[in-house]
Structure formats: C-alpha cells, structure tokens
C-alpha cells in the first residue's frame, strides 16, 4: 500500500511539472533573435498557448530571463530554473540578459492581457478585455475567436465581439473593413464613436465609407440618451446643491424676513469645520477615516448655528424691520468672516477629501456614470428637506417660529419668548447652511470665498419659488439646476447664467409671489 502511494505522489508531481513546462523551442524564440521574429513567436505561442505560456511572458517583462547556450533560465529569488523544466540550474557567469525594448515591453504586455481573456475570474477578464482595446493586430483574432466561444458573460461577450470589430477595421481585406463597421453600428461607446471616425478619414473604398457614416450615426443615436439623462442628472446635482444652500435662507429671509448677506459665509464655516473633523481623523483616528464625514456633519450644523445665534443675539435683533440697515450689516460681517478664516487657514483653497466609499460611481450607460459623491449630496440635501419639514410642520419650536412669524403680538400675548424663538430660528437657517457647506466640501475645493458664488442663486430660489414656502423653494432649487444645466450645453455657462436671470425677472414681473404664494391672514399682511 505504502509502495503505491508512492507512485501514485509521483504521477502527480509529474503532472504538475508537465503543467508548469513550456517547450524548449518555444523559450528559445521567445528569448533569442531579432525583435520581428520574437514577436511573431509570441504571437505564436499566445494563440496556442502552453501552461506556463504567461509566467515566461511575465518574467521577460521583468527582465528575469537569460540564455546561455541553448538553455533558457528564469531568475527568480536569486536563483536560476530552466524555462522548459522548471528545474533549478546554475547561471554562468557568460549567461546573457534578455532584453527587450519598448516595442516588446508593449507586445508582451498586450499578449498578458490577451492570455487572461480566459480566466476564471469575470473580473481579471473584463480587464483584459480593456487593456487591449485600441489593438489593430489581427493576429489576436483567433485568440479573440476563441476567447468568444468560451466566454459567458453576455456583456463581455458583447465587448468582446467589438473588439473584434475595432482589429477587423483596421484589415488590409475591404470586406472585412465593411463588416466590421456594419458590426459596429450597434455599439453604444463613445471610444467606438471615435474608431469610426479615425478609420473614416483614411478610407478609401465608397462601401464602406458609406457604412461607416451609418455606423456613426447610430452610434451618436444610442449615445443620445446617455448625454441627455447626463445633462439631467447633472441639473439634479446642481439644483440639489442649491436648495440646500436655500433651505437656511428660506428660514432667515422667507420665515423671518432678515437679508442675511452672510449666509454664504455660514455655509464656509461649515465646510471648514468640515475640513477641522478631517484632519482630526487624519491625525487621531486614521483607522476610521472612511467615517469622519458622519462626524463631521454634526460639527457643521453645530459652528454654523452658533456663529448664526451669536450673531442674531450681537447684531440682527436690533435690525428687525429695517431691511436696508439689515443687509449692509450682514454684508460687513460677510467680510469680516472671510477676513477671519483667511487669517486662521490662510487664503489658499484647502482640500477635502472624500471618503473611499463615495469614490468612483454606477456606470448606468457607456457613456454615462453617477459619481457616488454627487449621489449621496442629492440623498443628503432630501434628508435635510424632510427633516426641516418636520422640524416646521410638526414641532413645537415649528410651531413657535409659525406662529411669531405670521402674528408677532399675537404670539408673545400667547406667552411665546418670540426674541428666543427668533434666536433659534437664525440658528437653525444659519445650522442648514452649515450642511451644505458640508456637502459643497464633497464636490470641490473650500476656500474663504467658497459662499460668495452661490448667495445670489440661492436668493433667486428662494424668491422664485415664494418667499417662506418651503415647496417652493424644492421647486425652483431642481427646475432652476436643470434648466441652467440644459442651457449650458446650448449656449455655454456665461450665456445660460444670463438666460437663467432674464427668465426669473420675466417670472417675477408676472407672478411676484413666486411660485407659491403665501395664504392666510399673513398674505394680507
């Protein structure tokens, strides 16, 4: 029994050494020779590859090949094997390097990638898929044939076919020429778009020029839809941006009446308390970095707030109904706010960064994905508006600043502590700004100016949409981002800006409530 136990640990350490063998005459012409002759031998060994075909392919990239003589050997540990037999061999002190210039660095890098289309994983297959589109070398057609005939992925076999597609458009045949552009009219790739457009230049024969038009057509038809919901999802990002830059004002200015100029800077504050957490984390905690925006957005909402209460306590109460008085004082305290952070964080832009699961984005079309970062600021800024309507529909402290704000006298007849409720409602407007400072953090750079480009449009929400109506306020945030959105790929961003406030003013001029208008007895006001 022990004797075949023996022979049978032996059959299968010789078929494991079979497994990792490649043959002598291969090694060889893979190693030695002029680079022509060398490539056509990889071309060679790819299409009908050997088991150990890719670890010697690997081991040229590295430089880690030497031939002495006839024998070809691997460095590897320090040590020397032969290619064929895996054995471990001296290295004379003759044994010559192999090298290879960038020519064959690409040629072999484009034969690794052409030898994973077939494995196991979807993953390091689809990879090698990409690595090698843009390849013209119709010698990796019966690889690729072969690699379509395993594959069962329906996607990767569709990537597959235009790959084959992309080698066979660039076929001295005219006929192949023309059926890979008829082929290629049903993919939906920008790269594909600009194959075809590459190949329609340099061609020749008026079939399949005229093929090739009607593939680009197609291709622009089905790329049509992935540019408009684009064009639309960024209109959602940027109106999601700005109503939650308006939601703060639509307390402060719509409930409370106040034109804070510095609504912007409390946004600022947020994201550089935003920008405080990160470097906290950073320095404190970096095991839990990914989880420093979850304590960060408190931390805006709370320095916003109290810079919003202290300020209404300092300054704001004793400007009530004097909007004039009311706006160049916040105005002076804009400046003074972004003079304060300048001198703390200086006046270069600081940089925030997102954490590892808002990077990267679904890919929903081939030219179209949503960036994790802008989906999770639109899921926010939804949030905070149902919080908010919460907040003012269903609390009491909602129910407070409602009832000041409709019927001052009324309500501290009632017993409302309405200078109090004034306080808090400014804090919470100011708190709301600090969130999208917050989220502002995420897209982009926070500097001390970060307020100044966003104030005037977060105005114009909030009396487009009718000053203190929190649906309206929704809705002209998303239809004004959309619109501006739209207009951008038509007019540019300069022109569509001005387009945005000439329809406003019309808008205004018709209906001066805004969308909403305000009932009940404070509309007679």
């Given at each position: 029994m022990r004797h075949f136990f023996q022979l049978a640990l032996f059959a299968l350490l010789s078929i494991a050494g079979a497994a990792h063998a490649i043959s002598p005459e291969a090694a060889k012409a893979l190693a030695t020779g002029e680079a022509d002759d060398r490539i056509a031998a990889m071309q060679k060994a790819v299409a009908a590859p050997e088991a150990d075909t890719a670890a010697f392919l690997r081991a040229l990239a590295d430089d880690a090949v030497k031939v002495a003589g006839d024998k070809v050997i691997v460095l590897r540990d320090g040590k020397g094997y032969d290619a064929s037999t895996g054995a471990e061999v001296p290295v004379p002190d003759d044994a010559q390097d192999v090298v290879s210039n960038n020519r064959m660095r690409g040629e072999i890098d484009a034969a690794l990638a052409a030898l994973q289309l077939f494995s196991t994983d979807e993953k390091t297959r689809a990879a090698a898929i990409a690595a090698l589109q843009g390849e013209t070398d119709e010698a990796r057609l019966?690889?690729?044939?072969?690699?379509?005939?395993?594959?069962?992925?329906?996607?990767?076999?569709?990537?597959?076919?235009?790959?084959?597609?992309?080698?066979?458009?660039?076929?001295?045949?005219?006929?192949?020429?023309?059926?890979?552009?008829?082929?290629?009219?049903?993919?939906?790739?920008?790269?594909?778009?600009?194959?075809?457009?590459?190949?329609?230049?340099?061609?020749?024969?008026?079939?399949?020029?005229?093929?090739?038009?009607?593939?680009?057509?197609?291709?622009d038809a089905a790329l049509a839809w992935g540019n408009r919901l684009g064009v639309l999802f960024t209109g959602l990002s940027l109106g999601s941006i700005l109503l939650l830059v308006a939601l703060g004002l639509a307390i402060t200015y719509g409930l409370m009446g106040v034109i804070n100029m510095a609504h912007g800077e409390l946004m600022m504050i947020g994201a550089y308390a935003t920008y405080v957490v990160q470097g906290l984390f950073q320095k404190y905690l970096p095991g839990a970095f990914d989880w420093y925006l979850v304590a960060a957005v408190p931390v805006a909402f709370a320095a916003s707030a109290l810079m919003g209460a202290v300020l209404e306590r300092s300054v704001i109460r004793f400007l009530y109904g004097r909007p004039l008085e009311t706006l160049l004082a916040t105005w002076g305290?804009?400046?003074?706010?972004?003079?304060?952070?300048?001198?703390?964080?200086?006046?270069?832009?600081?940089?925030?960064?997102?954490?590892?699961?808002?990077?990267?984005?679904?890919?929903?079309?081939?030219?179209l994905q949503l960036p994790w970062n802008r989906l999770v600021i639109i899921g926010f800024a939804a949030a905070v508006l149902l919080g908010m309507a919460f907040l003012i529909g269903r609390t009491r402290l909602g129910l407070f600043v409602r009832g000041v704000t409709q019927n001052r006298p009324i309500a501290s007849c009632m017993g409302v502590n309405t200078a109090r409720i004034d306080t808090y409602a400014f804090a919470l407007g100011s708190g709301i700004a600090g969130l999208a400072g917050c989220a502002l953090s995420q897209v982009g750079n926070v500097g001390p100016d970060l307020g100044q480009g966003y104030i005037v449009d977060s105005f114009m929400v909030v009396v487009l949409g009718g000053v203190g109506q929190l649906a309206g306020t929704v809705y002209a945030a998303l239809g004004l981002g959309i619109l501006n959105k739209f207009l951008e790929g038509w007019t540019g961003a300069v022109l569509a800006k001005i387009a945005v406030l000439v329809f406003i003013i019309i808008f205004i001029q018709k209906r001066p409530q805004g969308i909403f208008a305000v009932k009940g007895r404070s509309a007679d006001a």
């Open positions: 019966p690889l690729i044939d072969k690699a379509l005939a395993a594959e069962h992925s329906a996607a990767l076999k569709d990537q597959l076919e235009t790959l084959r597609a992309g080698i066979m458009l660039g076929s001295e045949d005219a006929a192949r020429r023309l059926d890979a552009a008829r082929a290629l009219a049903s993919a939906k790739n920008p790269n594909t778009k600009t194959m075809l457009e590459e190949r329609l230049r340099d061609e020749q024969d008026p079939k399949v020029k005229a093929a090739l038009h009607d593939s680009i057509r197609a291709v305290i804009s400046l003074m706010l972004m003079q304060l952070v300048r001198s703390i964080f200086g006046a270069q832009n600081v940089g925030v960064e997102n954490p590892s699961w808002m990077s990267g984005g679904v890919q929903v079309l081939s030219n």
